[in-house]
């Protein structure tokens, strides 16, 4: 049987939604409250497909069933592999009352979500994140897109999931490489807003490593509950929602750099939020002594510190300047005015900007 262990919502009026937090969730979990029609077209990937496909399907009681498996990478979240979704829908004579169901990490999140949100110009979804990544980030909050050659997520729609089902033990068959990446958007959430949780993270990263359910399931629920807050306050990223990019603007540069795939985002954010708060000790904002501990935490997750060997200024500077968040060819950077407060600037001055890719180019 499963428990629910926390449940919360995402607050967005009448396109509000529920977290369901719990163990042993994928194989019982009756996902049909949040199915409109008959038709249920679960979007998968290689990896996962044979680990919690079955499991996933029985959460769709007295629904037809039909599934796409993509191939398994960060280099696949493109056009072409976007397009096999739609081929599925088509294929099956999937309609406009169709719900797509997302099993699996981030890039089978966004990707399902962003043809959901294009499908017969919209039909709605929900996600059943496997990864921490996806359970503590991604699965929330309705950013859904591909990426480009030329820049990360640079294709995309906002279109909000009906349901978050988090089933906590999928996480006992991930890589340890993928659960520290997990960890730097969990490290995140404590640099941006949360001063406490960095505390609480200082106890217990090492739990969090080994994985220990007690300790996951509370950050799990923290983050969550963290981006929760952030998205019903801004949805749409006028303002507000950018914290959340905090350590992006230099991870997607390493991204990009690295042709998606050889860095993990999760690893690119860890490295981007430390060269983020040695801009804001250069800046003026926080002390030496903060950036040690926002560095000690990036270390204790097992996250690379430095940018990928070959990569110099140049290469950030071009890659930085197709960021979604600049204006009027104006650099914007998520930076720290405090540990847990996080702020958005294009006044970061050129030589502290200059003088941080210099500390962490090899
Ligand atoms: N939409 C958002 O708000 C948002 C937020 C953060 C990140 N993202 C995006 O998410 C992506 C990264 O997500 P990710 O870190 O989950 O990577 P991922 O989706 O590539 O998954 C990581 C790896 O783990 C495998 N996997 C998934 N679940 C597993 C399990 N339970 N056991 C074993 N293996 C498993 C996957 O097949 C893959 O090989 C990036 O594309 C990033 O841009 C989006
Ligand atoms: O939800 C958000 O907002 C975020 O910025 C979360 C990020 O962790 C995530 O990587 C997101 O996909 C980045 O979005 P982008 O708009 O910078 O592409
Ligand atoms: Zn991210």
Not at 75 to 83: G, M, P, S
Not at 146 to 164: D, E, S, T, Y
Not at 253 to 281: P, Q, R
Request: charged letters at 20%; hydrophobic letters at 40%.
């Amino acid at each position: 049987m499963h428990k629910v262990l926390r449940e919360l919502d995402v607050d967005l009026g009448e396109r509000s939604y529920p977290i369901i937090i719990g163990q042993g969730l994928l194989g019982s979990f009756d996902l049909t409250p949040w199915v409109a029609g008959n038709q249920v077209m679960i979007v998968t990937n290689e990896t996962v497909a044979p680990l919690y496909l079955e499991k996933a399907r029985a959460c769709f009681p007295g629904k037809t069933v039909d599934v796409v498996t993509l191939p398994d990478g960060e280099k696949y979240k493109d056009w072409q592999t976007l397009n096999l979704i739609f081929d599925g829908l088509l294929e099956n004579r999937h309609t406009r009352k169709t719900t797509i169901a997302a099993l699996g990490g981030g890039v089978v999140g966004d990707m399902a979500g962003f043809a959901a949100a294009c499908y017969q110009r919209g039909v709605p979804f929900i996600q059943i994140p496997t990864t921490l990544l996806s359970q503590v980030d991604s699965s929330v909050g309705g950013k859904t897109g591909i990426n480009h050659p030329l820049g990360k997520n640079m294709v995309g729609a906002f279109h909000q999931p009906q349901a978050v089902l988090i089933d906590t033990d999928s996480l006992a068959t991930l890589p340890p490489r993928e659960v520290s990446a997990g960890l730097a958007e969990v490290i995140k959430y404590g640099l941006i807003r949360e001063e406490p949780f960095l505390g609480w993270l200082e106890q217990h990263i090492d739990e969090l490593v080994r994985l220990e359910p007690a300790a996951l399931g509370e950050a799990i629920y923290r983050s969550c509950l963290c981006k929760a807050e952030v998205v019903a306050l801004d949805e749409k990223e006028g303002g507000l929602r950018a914290i959340l990019n905090l350590g992006h603007t230099f991870g997607h540069a390493i991204e990009t750099y690295a042709g998606y795939g050889n860095w993990l985002h999760g690893e690119a954010v860890g490295t981007g939020m430390l060269m983020a708060a040695d801009l804001s000790v250069r800046e003026g904002n926080i002390t030496p002594a903060d950036r040690d501990r926002a560095a000690e935490l990036i270390r204790r997750a097992r996250l690379p510190e430095l940018a990928p060997e070959g990569m110099t200024e140049d290469d950030f500077m071009s890659l930085m300047a197709v960021d979604k968040k600049n204006v009027d060819g104006k650099l914007r950077l998520v930076l720290m005015k405090a540990l847990g407060y996080a702020y958005v600037t294009d006044e970061a001055a050129p030589g502290n900007i200059q003088a941080t890719l210099n500390a962490f180019i090899r």
